[in-house]
C-alpha cells in the first residue's frame, strides 16, 4: 500500500520554527529516497531536501543549508523535516515524497520532482515577516 502522510505545517513569525513529519507505510518507506518538496503559487514544485532510507544521507536544496534538517524514524516509518530561522520566502505548501532513483541527489535538482513515484497531500507552511 503506497501511503505518506504529512503533519505539522502552520503559520509562524520569520525566525520561527516548525517540525513537519511525514508518516509513510512500509512499501513507501521501502523506496531509496524519501525527501521534502515545496511548492509556492505560481512556482514550481522544488525538491527541499532527501534521505536516502537505507544509510541516512541526507542532500539539502542550497536555500535551505543550514536551516532545516532532514531525519528518519525507522522504527516509525517516519521522516521529518526540521524548520529553524524560517523566512517569508520559504511559505508554501509542503510535499513528502518518494522515488528509488539510485541518486537521491538529483530530486533536489531541477526537474526532480519528475523523479518521484508516490507524494503525499501536503501540509502548508505560513511565515509572516
Known amino acids: 500500500q503506497v501511503q505518506l502522510v504529512e503533519s505539522g505545517g502552520g503559520s509562524v513569525q520569520a525566525g520561527g520554527s516548525l517540525r513537519l513529519s511525514c508518516v509513510a507505510s512500509?512499501?513507501?518507506?521501502?523506496?531509496?529516497?524519501i525527501g521534502w518538496f515545496r511548492q509556492a503559487p505560481r512556482k514550481e514544485r522544488e525538491g527541499v531536501a532527501v534521505?536516502?532510507?537505507?544509510?541516512?544521507?541526507?542532500v539539502y536544496a542550497d536555500s535551505v543549508k543550514g536551516r532545516f534538517t532532514i531525519s528518519r524514524d525507522n522504527a516509525k516509518n517516519t521522516v521529518y523535516l526540521q524548520m529553524n530561522s524560517l523566512k517569508p520566502e520559504d511559505t508554501a505548501m509542503y510535499y513528502c515524497?518518494?522515488?528509488?532513483?539510485?541518486?537521491?541527489?538529483?530530486?533536489?535538482?531541477?526537474?526532480?520532482?519528475?523523479?518521484?513515484?508516490?507524494w503525499g497531500q501536503g501540509t502548508q507552511v505560513t511565515v509572516s515577516s
Open positions: 515524497a518518494t522515488s528509488q532513483l539510485q541518486f537521491c541527489n538529483l530530486l533536489i535538482r531541477d526537474g526532480g520532482s519528475s523523479f518521484i513515484s508516490n
Open positions: 534521505i536516502y532510507t537505507g544509510s541516512g544521507s541526507s
Open positions: 512500509a512499501y513507501s518507506y521501502s523506496r531509496n529516497c
